[in-house]
């Protein structure tokens, strides 16, 4: 961890995405980075699938988050509140690290602060409301750093970026952009082939991501 931890202190948005956060403006919300660790597995992240039948970003793997309310007192509080309430997770098993820069999603105008924790002490998560969260998992670090189960995916708008293959989860977008670079600035990713490449489905539920991206593909920009 002190490698990471070292690195995000001086770390930019530019190292997470190519697009300005805007000085103003946009929904502040916050994700929380959970890492933690089990016996069998080593470290890992937690991460959610949103169900299937959301208007948006339906069955997409996610860091616990959302927007923040108007009690939050800080970006901290809000990661913390809405991991609470979309798996249950306890906020006094959570020891905070850092808030990383301010991310922007343009495509909702939310404004993200990832907040990175460690889960000092672990418990049974589940979801809270089946019809937001269909499932969580802790996906261990040495299964997303395996060569075999990193992949990059385009979306129909021509956006190309990172992937992750894990148990069963393809972890992609704004999630994987984030992971992708937290591994690189802790030193824990391995080489690995960019040239697999997974097409994403069109479908007006999956909006192009706007962080961790690493290209456009111009040929099929429509």
């Known amino acids: 961890m002190a490698p990471l931890l070292d690195r995000l202190g001086t770390a930019r948005a530019e190292d997470f995405t190519r697009l300005a956060t805007p000085e103003s403006g946009g929904r502040e919300s916050a994700v929380l980075v959970l890492l933690g660790e089990q016996a069998d597995t080593g470290p890992d ?38 991991a609470n309430e ?86 992609w977008g704004f999630t994987a952009g984030v992971l992708s670079t937290l591994l690189d600035l802790g030193g824990w990713s391995r080489p690995w082939a960019p040239g697999r490449m997974v097409e994403l489905p069109p479908t007006g539920a999956t909006p192009a991501p706007s962080a961790g991206t690493d290209e456009v593909d111009e040929t099929s920009v429509r």
């Open 45 to 82: 992240v937690l991460i959610l699938q949103r169900a299937a039948t959301l208007r948006t970003h339906a069955g997409q793997p996610a860091f616990p988050g959302g927007a923040a309310d108007p009690e939050d007192a800080d970006a901290r509080a809000t990661a913390l509140r809405e």
């Open 86 to 171: 979309e798996v249950a997770l306890d906020p006094r098993s959570v020891t905070v690290l850092a808030e990383l820069p301010k991310l922007w999603i343009p495509v909702s105008d939310f404004v993200v602060t990832p907040v990175l924790a460690w889960w000092h002490a672990p418990h049974p998560v589940h979801p809270c409301e089946p019809a937001e969260v269909a499932h969580v998992a802790r996906l261990p670090i040495a299964e997303l750093v395996d060569p075999a189960n990193r992949v990059r995916v385009r979306h129909p708008s021509g956006w190309i970026g990172p992937a992750f293959a894990v148990r069963g989860m393809l972890v």
